[in-house]
């Protein structure tokens, strides 16, 4: 299933299924046996039919919403190797800790927004008929060092805009590990049909408007004095990048 598609359900029960589990992140099978009131028979059947329709997927008895982000790939530069590959549930603390690195070192408010939504909704990937949302992460010997992060969503007027974050800790960078996932979390967004990704970042954060102005993004607008930092009003600066 690709995270452009709503999930479309045959039965209010697979629905409540595919839905329990989607908010949750990952679920027991046993677990989810309760959800419902079915017979078991009846049970096996809705969750194979959401297995075989690419809606969750299964190992060792943990059920996950299953999204198509794309295969991994490995890069060695210098004397660094690392991975560029979708996130998942049991990326949870590796990103929360990253993104939290993050901002602990520059102003990124939705970055921060991003994490706080993690911790509340305890799930990585999101999928429904009013949002999605993705991660690709970067890692070192199995460590998530850095992200992107893209929101997509499911409303029809905004189906052609996607907001896209990346980030990086702060030993890692200078290895162009912010390139590759910002190239990526494009590469992604063109592919499947969307005509820009953005940005908001405050004024102030000079080294995330300098990345992304390298790779070629634009300011597409400036709100006035739309975060409150350290007792200041600041500037964000919206950045737009056309596919």
Same mark, same amino acid.
């Given at each position: 299933?690709?995270?452009?598609?709503?999930?479309?359900?045959?039965?209010?029960?697979?629905?409540?299924?595919?839905?329990?589990?989607?908010?949750?992140?990952?679920?027991?099978?046993?677990?989810?046996?309760?959800?419902?009131?079915?017979?078991?028979?009846?049970?096996?059947?809705?969750?194979?039919?959401?297995?075989?329709?690419?809606?969750?997927?299964?190992?060792?008895?943990?059920?996950?919403?299953?999204?198509?982000?794309?295969?991994?790939?490995?890069?060695?530069?210098?004397?660094?190797?690392?991975?560029?590959?979708?996130?998942?549930?049991?990326?949870? =603390?590796?990103?929360?800790?990253?993104?939290?690195?993050? /901002? $602990?070192?520059? *102003?990124?408010? @939705?970055? &921060?927004?991003?994490?706080?939504?993690?911790?509340?909704?305890?799930?990585?990937?999101?999928?429904?008929?009013?949002?999605?949302?993705?991660?690709?992460?970067?890692?070192?010997?199995?460590?998530?060092?850095?992200?992107?992060?893209? =929101?997509?969503?499911?409303?029809?007027?905004?189906?052609? /805009? $996607?907001?896209? *974050?990346?980030? @990086?800790? &702060?030993?890692?960078?200078?290895?162009?590990?912010?390139?590759?996932?910002?190239?990526?979390?494009?590469?992604?967004?063109?592919?499947?049909?969307?005509?820009?990704?953005?940005?908001?970042?405050?004024?102030?954060?000079?080294?995330?408007?300098?990345?992304?102005?390298?790779?070629?993004?634009?300011t597409e607008a400036i709100r006035?004095?739309?975060? &409150?930092?350290?007792?200041?009003?600041?500037?964000?600066?919206?950045?737009?990048?056309?596919?």
């Amino acid at each position: 299933m690709g995270a452009i598609e709503r999930p479309t359900f045959s039965s209010d029960a697979s629905r409540q299924l595919y839905e329990y589990v989607e908010r949750n992140g990952t679920v027991k099978r046993h677990k989810l046996l309760d959800v419902v009131s079915l017979p078991t028979d009846e049970f096996r059947d809705h969750l194979e039919g959401l297995k075989s329709d690419g809606y969750l997927e299964e190992d060792g008895g943990t059920l996950q919403i299953s999204l198509e982000f794309g295969a991994i790939t490995e890069y060695e530069i210098d004397d660094l190797s690392f991975l560029v590959r979708p996130g998942r549930q049991d990326d949870f =603390d590796g990103l929360i800790e990253t993104i939290r690195d993050v /901002t $602990a070192a520059e *102003t990124y408010v @939705v970055a &921060e927004t991003i994490a706080e939504e993690l911790l509340y909704e305890d799930s990585v990937s999101r999928h429904n008929a009013v949002k999605s949302r993705m991660f690709f992460v970067a890692s070192v010997d199995g460590e998530v060092v850095g992200w992107t992060h893209l =929101d997509l969503p499911q409303v029809e007027p905004m189906q052609g /805009t $996607a907001q896209q *974050t990346v980030g @990086v800790r &702060e030993a890692y960078r200078g290895n162009g590990i912010g390139t590759k996932l910002l190239a990526r979390g494009i590469e992604w967004a063109e592919a499947n049909g969307y005509r820009k990704v953005y940005n908001s970042v405050p004024i102030t954060n000079d080294r995330a408007l300098e990345f992304l102005t390298v790779h070629g993004w634009d300011t597409e607008a400036i709100r006035r004095d739309h975060y &409150e930092i350290d007792g200041e009003c600041v500037d964000e600066v919206m950045m737009a990048y056309e596919l």
